[in-house]
């Protein structure tokens, strides 16, 4: 999930170092074994801003509690009216292992090693196939890893995603 480059109120050189630090991430990506989407959609509505306000009262003044529900009253009109829209830019970043092994660069790749290290047992293919996949997802984390240092270069907030994130 990327937070917002706030461009209109940078300089000229601030943009253009920017543009340039997005310009080395997609050429530093590996060509054919990565792929990049970048996805951008504005949503109506508040979001979650009633549940984390509630959550941080801290005061029980009868008062206070009286003006919050006023203020909720308006936010829920201004809701109703489309006053609240949030930009949200989420880049996606698909990798295909077997591809990324199949270069010339990489001659002892994922495809040699299943050849040699072939067996008919039950247990030691379920160990192989673990550590095979430990061994991917330790290389692809390395790989997001220079990805999320390249965004941050450009001043975006960089979050990584969960799996519910993901779903939703």
């Known amino acids: 999930e990327l937070g917002g ?10 943009r253009n170092r920017m543009k340039n630090a997005l310009e080395t ?3 530093s990506l590996p060509e054919c074994s990565m792929r990049m989407q970048m996805r951008f959609e504005v949503v109506e509505g508040l979001g979650d801003l009633r549940y984390r306000y509630n959550r941080e009262q ?5 008062i206070l509690q009286s003006l919050d529900r006023l203020r909720f009253e308006a936010w829920a009109r201004k809701e109703d009216a489309g006053y ?10 698909h990798w295909d292992p077997r591809v990324h092994h199949e270069g010339s ?11 040699r290290n072939f067996s008919f047992s039950a247990n030691r293919c379920i160990q192989r196939a673990r550590q095979e996949h430990e061994d991917l997802v330790s290389e692809f984390n390395s790989i997001l890893s220079g ?12 979050r990584r995603m969960t799996e ?3 779903f939703l």
């Open 5 to 14: 480059a706030h461009s209109y109120y940078h300089g000229d050189d601030m």
């Open 164 to 166: 519910q994130d993901l």
């Open 84 to 93: 609240y829209l949030r930009p949200l830019s989420h880049a996606y970043f």
């Open 58 to 62: 801290r005061s029980d003044n009868p």
């Open 25 to 27: 991430l997609v050429r």
């Open 147 to 158: 990805i999320e240092q390249t965004l941050a270069a450009t001043g975006m907030a960089v």
């Open 105 to 115: 660069e990489f001659g002892f790749g994922l495809g040699r090693k299943l050849k």
